[in-house]
Nanobody
Framework: VQLQAFGGGLVQAGGSLRLSCAVSGGTFSSYTVGWFRQAPGKEREFVAAIRLRERNTYYGGSVQGRFSISKDNAKNTVYLQMNSLKPEDTAVYYC???????????????????WGQGTLVTVSS
């Protein structure tokens, strides 16, 4: 499976941005897709994940209530809607995919086998 993340950019604090992750290869509904982010000098952090077959969604604590992950089966694309953005949300955002994944493994980057190239989100204060 190949993944391509795009949609990053510069936005003011309090604004919104939507990231897209195009998934190609394999059967779209068979995957779990996660979003992770990495800020300069920091470790990669779990943001959100979705099981594409059941549409179950999971979020990291720092984005709960502000970010929303969704999918479009017709476009084989997973979205990350980011609202009420804060300067601390500034990071390179990556999407990643793996087959079916248990809930307890959703937030572990080592659970994911395939990664996109990342897209930069910068939130100005």
């Amino acid at each position: 499976v190949q993944l391509q993340a795009f949609g990053g950019g510069l936005v003011q604090a309090g604004g919104s941005l939507r990231l897209s992750c195009a998934v190609s290869g394999g059967t779209f509904s068979s995957y779990t897709v996660g979003w992770f982010r990495q800020a300069p000098g920091k470790e990669r952090e779990f943001v959100a994940a979705i099981r594409l077959r059941e549409r179950n969604t999971y979020y990291g604590g720092s984005v709960q209530g502000r970010f929303s992950i969704s999918k479009d089966n017709a476009k084989n694309t997973v979205y990350l809607q980011m609202n009420s953005l804060k300067p601390e949300d500034t990071a390179v955002y990556y999407c990643a995919a793996v087959g079916r994944l248990i809930i307890s493994a959703m937030d572990n980057e080592r659970s994911y086998h395939n990664w996109g190239q990342g897209t930069l989100v910068t939130v100005s204060s």
